[in-house]
């Protein structure tokens, strides 16, 4: 048994065809399956069932696959150990983040980071929670920036900061007396939401303790898939949404009269940093984590007065 034969069956678990795996392997198909066979005759036992398309794990294969991936983590661990003990911050980072941040906090700490590290060679994902979550646990990102808590045994937070929800609305959807409401103060049939996938939809429908199947349908529906489409649609049909803090900073003064603030304690989301338990890069996570709060108010740094929304 060797490190190889792990890679492999990992590799066709993956891709669910032995050519594919073969070349994203860099060998032949008949090399893989020779390695495989014989991984199999070692084990006495067979860990893929050949006779179905796409080929598929047998029951005893899932549970060595998966013993195989910890190994190849372990082992990846065992190589870094040396290069995480460099005095400068230098390598490769993976970054996955959630598209309702994306867009608001890049601007705020990219350049400075480039600037101030560039022995690190950044790669930025924008996806959904759920796929950064996959992506991680299959080595194919070191870590993610999204909401928290996510009570993954196989990953480890690292809270960053929070962000304030923010009523935004049409002005005629909105009471002048009013300055702070409350989730309760708000139609949920005049409430616009993301579409399925987003952990901000979750967290919205949590706060404002919806029953989706009680809201009257609109006659003009829609499953936003970003946090601007939601502004434009409000604006266009009196509505009402959910925003987080950041996604203010490109509002212009007649829009930000569109928004009230929720009375305390202040409904928050909670951004962390995400990576797998085992990861070893954490010169270069402190890196990406300093130049995030730097760039940040002092208030978004603070848990006082505020209410964590769960996802």
């Known amino acids: 048994m060797n490190f190889q034969q792990l890679e492999y069956i990992v590799a066709v678990e993956r891709h669910r065809h032995f050519v594919t795996a073969a070349e994203h392997c860099y060998v032949t198909q008949a090399t893989l399956s020779m390695m495989i066979k014989k991984l199999e005759e070692e084990l006495n036992t067979k860990i893929f069932d050949r006779s179905k398309q796409p080929v598929v794990p047998t029951e005893n294969g899932t549970k060595i696959i998966e013993q195989a991936k910890v190994i190849l983590k372990e082992a990846e661990r065992l190589k870094s150990i040396s290069d995480a003990e460099q005095v400068a911050a230098v390598g490769e980072l993976r970054v996955g983040i959630i598209p309702t941040l994306a867009p608001y906090l890049l601007p705020l700490f990219l350049k400075n980071f ?9 790669q930025i994902s924008e996806l959904t929670t759920d796929v950064i979550i996959e992506r991680i646990k299959h080595n194919q990102l070191d870590a993610g920036i999204l909401a928290i808590p996510l009570s993954d045994p196989d990953l480890v937070e690292k809270p960053l900061f929070t962000e304030e929800f923010v009523i935004y609305s049409s002005q005629k959807m909105l009471s002048a007396k009013k300055k702070y409401l409350l989730p309760t103060d708000l139609d949920p049939d005049r409430l616009w939401l993301l579409e399925e996938g ?111 929304i769960d996802i």
Do not use: W
Not at 114 to 122: F, S
Not at 237 to 243: S, V
């Open 198 to 308: 987003h952990c901000l939809r979750n967290q919205v429908i949590n706060l404002c303790e919806l029953k989706l199947n009680e809201r009257n349908l609109h006659q003009f529906d829609l499953s936003a898939s970003s946090i601007e489409t939601l502004k434009k649609v409000v604006e266009m049909n009196e509505g009402i949404t959910i925003l987080p803090q950041l996604s203010l900073s490109g509002l212009n003064k007649k829009q930000l009269q569109n928004t009230r603030q929720f009375k305390s304690p202040v409904p928050v989301r909670q951004i962390g940093l995400i990576c797998f338990r085992y990861f070893v890069k954490e010169k270069l996570l402190a890196a990406l984590s300093e130049s995030i709060i730097t760039t940040l108010p002092e208030s978004m740094l603070s848990d006082k007065g505020k209410m964590v």
């Open 114 to 122: 480039l600037k101030n590290h560039p022995k690190i060679k950044l």
